[in-house]
């Protein structure tokens, strides 16, 4: 069998920053306890597990400001994804000391429909309807955003965008870029005049075109991560779409459907943006043992590195070296 090691695969700059957070946060004593974390720091059960094991609580739920009440005293950490301006002032409205683990590339989005909505633009906000990254963003402007996540959305908008002289279109950043692009040309049809500005977030486009072209003519693609991972959902769409190769998601070896593997000739490995290193690597290693041929394209060399920034210049690198 030959095994494809899709690469780059795997964490994320804007996850390994979130989580090297919490962990520095989990071990220095001299902030309030206890240590919460406003929803899933990313969306990876292990990575909740794993920061559960330092001692930091997790508060999940749809509505983040309603969680805070749950927290008296203490540290409160917000995840990769981004929180409204509403939960921020909420937490300091307790005494709580906050902690922000925002993506950059979140934080850009949040600050672009920020300026544009005070300069008088409506936005129509491309996303996941329930993610909490769009709930986010959408606060930033609430009577100026709307969110569309479908073309067929666009039947039903409100006279507020349908009519507006300035139209800004945005996107969340973990969205299928070819989908994305459909909707967007979707939305110019109907109004040339609107500014577009394509969130999608580096990584998850290098992510996804990695799959298109390492998957094609793969028996089977295997993608690890969670089911609440837009972007790992959105790996196993390019697979089956784009690189024409059957496709599961699986959160772990352990999900691995048993005989899956008899008969394929070639398999692809590619993980989520918000999978750890080590729960790809049980897998690549599991799928190798069925075989010896080993491909890794030349032009990379395990998982991205971005650029380091004076944000990001004291987190360590993480790279899955399987």
Same mark, same amino acid.
């Given at each position: 069998?030959?095994?494809?090691?899709?690469?780059?695969?795997?964490?994320?700059?804007?996850?390994?920053?979130?989580?090297?957070?919490?962990?520095?946060?989990?071990?220095?004593?001299?902030?309030?306890?206890?240590?919460?974390?406003?929803?899933?720091?990313?969306?990876?059960?292990?990575?909740?597990?794993?920061?559960?094991?330092?001692?930091?609580v997790?508060?999940?739920?749809?509505?983040?400001?309603?969680?805070?009440?749950?927290?008296?005293?203490?540290?409160?950490?917000?995840?990769?994804?981004?929180?409204?301006?509403?939960?921020? %002032?909420?937490?300091?409205?307790r005494?709580?000391?906050?902690?922000?683990?925002?993506?950059?590339d979140?934080?850009?989005?949040?600050?672009?429909?920020?300026?544009?909505?005070?300069?008088?633009?409506?936005?129509?906000?491309?996303?996941?309807?329930?993610?909490?990254?769009? %709930?986010?963003?959408?606060?930033?402007?609430?009577?100026?955003?709307?969110?569309?996540?479908? %073309?067929?959305?666009l039947?039903?908008?409100?006279?507020?965008?349908?009519?507006?002289?300035?139209?800004?279109?945005?996107?969340?950043?973990?969205?299928?870029?070819?989908?994305?692009?459909?909707?967007?040309?979707?939305?110019?049809?109907?109004?040339?005049?609107? %500014?577009?500005?394509?969130?999608?977030?580096k990584?998850?486009?290098?992510?996804?075109?990695?799959?298109?072209?390492?998957?094609?003519?793969?028996?089977?693609?295997?993608?690890?991560?969670d089911?609440?991972?837009?972007?790992?959902?959105?790996?196993?769409?390019?697979?089956?779409?784009?690189?024409?190769?059957?496709?599961?998601?699986?959160?772990?070896l352990?999900?691995?459907?048993?005989?899956?593997?008899?008969g394929?000739?070639?398999?692809?490995?590619?993980?989520?943006?918000?999978?750890?290193?080590?729960?790809?690597?049980?897998?690549?290693?599991?799928?190798?043992?069925?075989?010896?041929?080993?491909?890794?394209?030349?032009?990379?060399d395990?998982?991205?590195r971005?650029?380091?920034?004076?944000?990001?210049?004291?987190?360590?690198?993480?790279?899955?070296?399987?």
């Amino acid at each position: 069998m030959e095994v494809i090691k899709v690469t780059p695969r795997g964490y994320c700059y804007g996850v390994v920053d979130a989580m090297e957070v919490a962990r520095k946060a989990a071990r220095d004593p001299s902030l309030p306890r206890p240590i919460h974390i406003i929803g899933l720091i990313v969306h990876n059960r292990f990575a909740v597990e794993e920061l559960a094991r330092l001692g930091v609580v997790t508060l999940d739920g749809s509505n983040r400001v309603a969680i805070l009440d749950q927290v008296a005293e203490g540290t409160v950490i917000f995840t990769a994804h981004g929180v409204s301006p509403r939960v921020k %002032e909420r937490a300091r409205e307790r005494g709580l000391h906050i902690i922000d683990a925002t993506c950059p590339d979140v934080t850009k989005t949040h600050d672009l429909v920020l300026d544009f909505a005070g300069r008088g633009y409506q936005v129509l906000y491309i996303g996941k309807k329930g993610h909490p990254e769009p %709930e986010g963003v959408m606060g930033e402007a609430p009577g100026a955003v709307y969110l569309v996540e479908t %073309e067929a959305d666009l039947d039903s908008l409100p006279d507020r965008i349908t009519q507006a002289e300035k139209l800004l279109v945005t996107t969340q950043t973990t969205l299928s870029q070819w989908d994305t692009a459909r909707l967007v040309e979707a939305i110019r049809r109907r109004f040339p005049h609107a %500014e577009v500005y394509n969130e999608i977030c580096k990584a998850t486009q290098d992510r996804q075109e990695a799959v298109a072209r390492m998957a094609r003519g793969a028996d089977l693609t295997i993608v690890v991560g969670d089911p609440r991972s837009n972007n790992t959902n959105r790996l196993v769409q390019v697979a089956e779409e784009l690189a024409e190769s059957p496709a599961i998601r699986i959160e772990s070896l352990a999900d691995l459907p048993p005989g899956i593997l008899e008969g394929k000739k070639r398999v692809a490995v590619t993980a989520g943006a918000s999978t750890p290193s080590q729960v790809t690597r049980e897998v690549i290693q599991f799928v190798q043992s069925f075989g010896i041929s080993t491909r890794v394209l030349p032009q990379f060399d395990g998982e991205e590195r971005p650029p380091q920034s004076a944000t990001h210049a004291t987190v360590p690198a993480m790279r899955d070296d399987v």
